[in-house]
């Protein structure tokens, strides 16, 4: 009986002892498999993408950013029969040029004894361009307008022994005509052109600078000193303002290098300039052919350009001829019209003036101008 007790006993010590080692194993193995990383064969092991290897451009092809890249470069071509969405941009219109040239004419009207007229208005006139008919309009009243004046005063020796009462005269001119914003600037005729006196508004300014201009034994560069004037003239003056050259000269030229008589009409009709002359020798030039081709020079330039030339019998004479000057500009009428020719051609076209319902008064205008060159 003894024995069978301690049979028992030990038999359980034993189960006791094998379920205790059970639970030991079970919790070493539960705790390997969390600390341990586990070794994956390769079959077992997740695929990845290789990325594919990177293609070289061909020589002339584009970059691949050229060809297009995002959604863009995905979508596939249309189908037949799909409709495309994306819209081609209209062109841009061709800007529209919108020529405004305005052509100014400045127009004397006198009656049969020289006496200014002054009470007309752009309906009495018709200006014609080339035989077309232009729809005219007044800048201004009569006179009013401002006057960007030049002055050329010879030097050289043909005029040397009259120099002294020109320059007097010519003082007393200015004086008189120019008013509050008139302007003037002078040149001399030497052997070469002279700016004397820079633009000025200043009358007293431009007076005390002509005093200063003395008379010399130099040639005379006709010519040239009309052109740069000119020039000048047309890059000075203000907008709107009647452009005047009255020059003081026998017309003769003895030492232009540049341009001749041809040139200098052009240069005045280009930069809108009346031109008014006075040739202080007197009648005895019709005894000198050189004298005489100067003086015609002078009446044609005037005539081109709706001015005048004068030849005084006298030097004292000098006087009424610049208050005659003075009077046509004071009661000087100034046209404007858009031609309706707006071809920029550069070149010439001619003006006709008139006042059709009273034919007895003398109109006296420019003849011509050029047109602008794009």
């Known amino acids: 009986m003894l024995s069978r007790k301690r049979y028992f006993k030990q038999t359980f010590v034993l ?22 990383p586990r070794r994956v064969t390769e079959d077992q092991a997740p695929k990845t ?44 219109p061709e800007p529209i040029r919108i020529k ?36 005219l309009q007044t800048l201004g009243e009569p006179g009013k307008t401002p006057i960007e004046l030049c002055m050329l005063f010879d030097v050289s020796r043909s005029i040397r022994n009259r120099f002294d009462f020109q320059r007097e005269a010519a003082g007393r001119f200015l004086r008189e005509v120019l008013k509050s914003g008139d302007a003037v600037s002078v040149f001399a005729i030497g052997t070469f052109p002279k700016l004397a006196i820079q633009r000025t508004e200043s009358v007293e300014s431009a007076i005390a600078g002509t005093q200063a201009i003395q008379p010399t034994d130099e040639s005379t560069a006709f010519f040239d000193t009309v052109v740069k004037s000119s020039r000048y ?72 350009t709706g001015g005048l030339a004068f030849l005084p ?12 000057i ?32 009273q034919t007895e008064l003398r109109i006296r205008a420019r003849k011509g101008y050029y047109a602008p060159k794009d």
Do not use: C, W
């Open 49 to 92: 993408p290789k990325p594919e290897p990177k293609q070289e451009p061909k020589p002339g092809s584009k970059p691949a950013e050229q060809q297009g890249t995002g959604a863009s470069a995905q979508q596939p071509p249309p189908q037949q029969g799909q409709k495309k969405t994306d819209k081609t941009p209209d062109p841009e």
């Open 233 to 304: 003239l047309s890059d000075n003056a203000v907008t709107g303002a009647r452009r005047v050259m009255i020059i003081l000269s026998d017309g003769e030229d003895t030492n232009s290098e540049r341009f001749r008589l041809g040139d200098a009409q052009r240069e005045l009709q280009r930069g809108d300039a009346l031109f008014y002359a006075i040739n202080p020798s007197g009648p005895s030039i019709r005894l000198n052919k050189i004298s005489t081709k100067g003086h015609e020079g002078m009446v044609r330039l005037s005539n081109e």
């Open 313 to 324: 019998d006298k030097i004292e004479d000098l006087t009424q001829v610049f208050s005659q």
């Open 326 to 357: 003075g009077a046509e500009l004071q009661a000087q009428y100034l046209l404007g019209y858009y031609s309706t020719n707006d071809s920029n051609d550069g070149q010439l076209r001619k003006i006709t003036v008139r006042v059709p319902k």
């Open 100 to 135: 405004t040239s305005l052509v100014t004419v400045p127009v004397s009207v006198t009656d049969a004894n020289g006496n200014q007229i002054r009470n007309l208005t752009a309906e009495d006139f018709i200006l014609e361009e080339d035989g077309v008919k232009q729809q």
């Open 15 to 36: 189960i006791a002892f094998a379920l205790t080692a059970g639970i030991y194993v079970f919790d070493g193995s539960v705790a390997g498999q969390t600390d341990r």
